[in-house]
């Protein structure tokens, strides 16, 4: 198990340096000297030099991002070009805010996918079957942001019982922050339940089909009890590894559900960056995110190891 | 018993009816038949096809053309899905939209493809350290969440439709790069591969002529299920202003500007949703029903 563990970790490593390179990477794609951009109208040449040494620009690529590095590794992310202020400090202030909805969400599409998926399985080609099919491929396919203007029409616009935008800390009034998280959460979380119904439907099939299942019938348990305790407890190890897998896709999707209910977190702040073009931060972000979805997958990779008995021993 | 005794059939059996041989892409075409889902997808797919290709024969009106007499109507016999809120006919511009969208889905898959399979093939085929380097950067790649990634390359490149089409292809690659080196590694294996490897055929060619004709039934399924995702992420950048740029049409941008008149004229959002979802849902209906029909272990 720590063999395994020392493994992951040494691979994950070179994965994060090669993510720090590719966003570094990001920055030489950018139309025009940043130089420029900073100096503001006047393009005072003696300025856009001072700006040039100050971000080490007018050293070599591999200097330049070895320094970009550097900085990285003591928690210095840059600093905005809008805002002016550090970029890991704006992290840290709206990243709470996406993690917030992220949970909610996550916690919306387990309880409705992981019941719709055993419910599709143990009744299969049923007409709940053939429901949950149609219902999770609809889900599969329905834009998230399409999903959340229709929800404001109808539940905000149509009968007024949430508001239709906006942002309440818990921590203010857990009530009012429920109230405006709610909706977006259900958003984010729909793609996520479909997902997680198809994962666990597959799971659940294969589990059924299992001796110990036919095993734990022949003994008169009740269908209840085969399903719950016997073939869910086996069939929800890929799940909750693949589950740990979605909760990293949540922080994209929160991009376009934040922009749509105006929630002030860590997904607008990257589209508010694109427009002020204010690269240091829309490369925070992508860096952030990188490495909150590795340390995901490694932790999906490991729990997977915890919980299923056969890979205890490796 | 003598040797012509050995050699004469003991029964004589009725010469069994010819069977007509089948190409394996008409069986799939048989199995595919078979799913009905799969046949209604498809036959919505080559409407929304037909319509990007003949929108200016069947549009209304001109998409981009502005009226003030007719603001916000609300959808009727003469404005089937309403105007907008610069007089212009929905129904025109959800069409016309449907151009970007198979545009955006088709080439961000030509590119996810163009770089992919022939980087999979590589690996596969190649193994080593080509195949440890290339599988890095998929790592890499696939470490930053798709609409993460492009959102970013299109802050970086610029908005436009071109851009938001270099980007979802760029970020959709790394999947068809796994997705080729599996069936690759898969396909390598078999006998014939290893027949052509005997009679001296160079390692390029052994890839081109045998082995890649062999990965193509799971990267058509992986290019359906990609065009679906390309067009929701062609929608979502032009959704954000990093797509196709006003006034041209497209369904991610209608449904940005929908969202300020949504208690006036809920039918700026209602209609080009409802083609987005309806066209991706449509892609993975085909996408599903391919899967099953290419896959030869399938039921």
Known sequence: MRGHFGQRLLQVLPTLLMVSLLVFLLQQLMPGDPALVLSGEEHDPQMIAQIRAELWLDRPLPIQYLHWLGGVLQGNLGFSWHIRQPVVDLVLTKLPVTLQLGCMAFVIAVLIGVPAGILSAVKRNSFWDYLANGVGLAGLSTPNFWLGIMLILLISVDLGWLPPSGYVPLSEDWRMSLATTIMPAFVLGNAIAAVLMRHTRSAMLTALDQDYVRTARAKGLSETVVVLRHALRNALVPVVTLGALELGTLLAGAVLTEQVFSIPGFGKMVVDAVFTRDYPVVQGVVLVTATIYTLLNLVADLLYVLINPRMRGA | ?299
Not at chain 2, 11 to 16: I, M, N, R
Not at chain 2, 87 to 114: E, H
Not at chain 2, 264 to 272: E, G, K, N, T, V
């Open chain 2, 1 to 299: 018993m003598s040797a012509t005794a050995l050699s004469a059939p003991l029964v004589k059996t009725p010469a069994a009816p010819a069977v007509p041989s089948q190409s394996p892409a008409r069986l799939a075409w048989r199995r595919f038949r078979k799913r009905p889902a799969a046949l209604i997808g498809l036959g919505v797919v080559v409407v929304f096809v037909l319509a990007a290709i003949f929108a200016p024969e069947l549009a209304p009106s001109d998409p981009v053309k502005t009226s003030w007499t007719a603001i916000r109507k609300a959808p009727s016999a003469l404005y089937w899905m309403g105007t907008d809120e610069n007089g212009r006919d929905v129904l025109s511009r959800v069409i016309f939209g449907a151009r970007a969208s198979m545009l955006a889905g088709v080439i961000a898959v030509a590119i996810a493809a163009g770089i992919g399979v022939p980087a999979g093939l590589l690996a596969g085929f190649a193994g080593g350290w080509i195949d440890t380097v290339l599988s890095r950067i998929v790592d890499t790649m696939l470490a930053v969440p798709n609409l993460i990634l492009a959102i970013a390359l299109a802050a970086f490149l610029g908005p436009s439709l071109e851009n938001a089409m270099i980007a979802i292809g760029i970020t959709a690659a790394p999947i068809f790069m796994r997705v080729s080196r599996g069936a690759t590694l898969d396909a390598a294996t078999n006998d014939y591969v290893e027949a052509a490897r005997a009679l001296g055929n160079p390692g390029w060619r052994v890839a081109i002529r045998h082995v890649l004709p062999n990965i193509v039934p799971p990267v058509l399924v992986q290019s359906t299920l990609t065009i679906a995702q390309a067009i929701i992420a062609e929608a979502a950048l032009s959704f954000l202003g990093l797509g196709q740029q006003p006034p041209a049409p497209s369904w991610g941008s209608m449904l940005n500007a929908a969202q300020r008149f949504l208690e006036q004229a809920p039918w700026l959002a209602i209609f080009p949703g409802a083609a987005i979802f309806l066209c991706v849902m449509s892609f993975n209906l085909v996408g599903d029903g391919l899967r099953d029909a290419l896959d030869p272990r399938g039921k």
